[in-house]
């Protein structure tokens, strides 16, 4: 069973309109983070969190906003998703300084 | 701040050819930890290999690097390719002092022809 899911795996939005992204893990890691990927620029931090009601912003946090209301959930919302938001978004839980283990991925194509 | 470069976009190689890919760092820390992360289509990215300590060769799965400090680099190797690698391969770097973060390089697509 993974140890990493999220939800939707895809998803078409509008421009404007709200999107939340939730990733859940059960390996009970402190950290949690959503990054987003696009080719030529890699994976890129959005936003991390390193314990429960607690987030930070990453690299690349401009239009999106996270939440983490538990050890296992993090969730990131675009609150108006815009044509540039268009991306695969990542999740990952790990330890700092060891493995992260990402999730499947979402799709997420803005109009 | 810190950052990653690797070999950009695309390396094409013929099955059972030797594999490098390269990737450079800095940081201002001197304790660095060095990843690969490999990117199968479809599939989550994970941990190929890791490091933090100079000159020693770290092996998985018939791939193996070598983290050198004093130039900086964690180059991707193996001996012959298979058509299975191909994948989109990503160098990271993280360090003692901020161990939550990990910063990744833009990944490299290595495509295996036959």
């Known amino acids: 069973e993974a140890a990493v899911t999220q939800s939707p795996r895809s998803k078409v939005a509008v421009t404007g309109g709200k999107v939340t992204l939730s990733c859940h893990q059960t390996?009970?890691?402190?950290?949690m983070y959503w990054y987003r990927q696009d080719t030529g620029h890699g994976l890129r931090l959005i936003h991390y969190?390193?314990?429960?009601?607690?987030?930070e912003k990453g690299d690349i946090p401009d239009g999106y906003k996270a939440s983490r209301p538990s050890q296992e959930n993090f969730s990131l919302i675009l609150e108006l998703a815009s044509l540039s938001q268009t991306a695969v978004y990542f999740c990952?839980?790990?330890?700092?300084?060891?493995?992260?283990?990402f999730g499947p991925g979402t799709r997420l194509t803005v109009l | 701040g810190d950052s990653v470069t690797q070999t950009e976009g695309l390396v094409t190689l013929t099955e059972g050819l030797p594999v490098m890919l390269n990737c450079t760092y800095q940081?201002?820390?001197?304790?660095?930890?060095l990843f690969w992360y490999v990117h199968y289509l479809n599939e989550s990215p994970w941990l190929l290999l890791r490091s933090s300590t100079d000159n020693k060769r770290t092996e998985h799965q018939g791939f193996h690097a070598t983290l050198h400090k004093s130039s900086s680099s964690f180059h991707l190797q193996k001996s012959s390719a298979q058509l299975s690698d191909s994948a989109l391969y990503y160098c990271?770097?993280?360090?003692?002092?901020?161990?939550?973060?990990?910063?990744f390089g833009k990944g490299t697509h290595l495509h295996v022809l036959p």
């Open positions: 969190s390193y314990v429960a009601d607690s987030t």
């Open positions: 940081t201002i820390y001197s304790n660095a930890f």
């Open positions: 990271a770097l993280s360090d003692d002092t901020n161990a939550y973060k990990v910063i």
């Open positions: 390996n009970n890691h402190d950290y």
């Open positions: 990952a839980a790990g330890t700092g300084l060891a493995e992260q283990f």
